[in-house]
């Protein structure tokens, strides 16, 4: 995929998810419609991501680095914020072993597919500030619109948008300075299980 198309998808991929999300909150009921948004997110994400890196560029940006004392506190930020002002203490009383294992599938695939995407291909492929770490987080930012067009967060969809920003922002400065997204997977992935996800799609 050349440049200028990887420059076009922080615009057009969350214009595009909008839509689709949209479509489907027409033809299901929101819950399921909300899944199906998000399967056909990762599928996007999957080829995306294949056509982007292939096997050569995936072990690029998978590849073991260290960083730097400061890089972790922004690792560790989104978690520690996640699971103390999260959703994480009000779900704890309701989960169950089924609830966790699907959680953390659904964090996991959600988790790794992002950050190689939103992270890994514009660190691999741009090496100034904008292109490689800003400009993706925003887009990264943006997407969220969608399926909250369907389930909208609780304090409100720019709340969740802007909290997005945030983490898109500390994950993405670690990406970029590593040039790798080892670490910013299993931040992302920590996040995203603290809600105990799959609770969206189960409870009444």
């Known amino acids: 995929m050349n440049s200028k198309s990887l420059l076009a998808l922080p615009v057009a991929l969350p214009a595009a998810m909008y839509a689709v999300f949209k479509v489907f909150s027409h033809l299901f009921a929101p819950k399921l419609a909300?899944?199906?948004?998000?399967?056909?997110?990762?599928?996007?994400?999957?080829?995306?991501?294949?056509?982007?890196?292939?096997?050569?560029?995936?072990?690029?940006?998978?590849?073991?680095?260290?960083?730097?004392?400061?890089?972790w506190i922004l690792l560790a930020l989104p978690v520690v914020l996640a699971f103390c002002f999260g959703p994480f203490r009000q779900r704890i009383a309701v989960v169950t072993p089924l609830v966790v294992t699907l959680s953390f599938v659904l964090a996991a695939i959600n988790a790794s597919l992002e950050e190689i995407f939103w992270r890994g291909v514009y660190i691999d492929r741009f090496a100034d500030l904008w292109k490689g770490y800003i400009y993706p987080a925003v887009g990264f930012a943006v997407w969220h619109f969608a399926p909250q067009s369907i389930l909208p967060y609780?304090?409100?969809?720019?709340?969740?948008?802007?909290?997005?920003?945030?983490?898109?922002?500390?994950?993405?400065?670690?990406?970029?300075?590593?040039?790798?997204?080892?670490?910013?997977?299993?931040?992302?992935?920590?996040?995203?299980?603290?809600?105990?996800?799959?609770?969206?799609?189960?409870?009444?």
């Not at 948004?37 to 056509?51: E, K, P, R």
């Open 34 to 71: 909300h899944l199906l948004g998000m399967a056909t997110y990762w599928s996007l994400l999957l080829a995306l991501c294949a056509i982007s890196l292939g096997r050569t560029g995936l072990l690029r940006i998978l590849k073991t680095a260290r960083p730097a004392r400061m890089l």
């Open 154 to 204: 609780s304090h409100g969809r720019v709340a969740f948008v802007a909290s997005a920003l945030l983490l898109g922002l500390c994950w993405g400065i670690a990406a970029f300075r590593t040039k790798s997204v080892r670490w910013t997977v299993l931040s992302h992935l920590l996040v995203d299980f603290s809600g105990f996800g799959v609770l969206v799609y189960i409870s009444k």
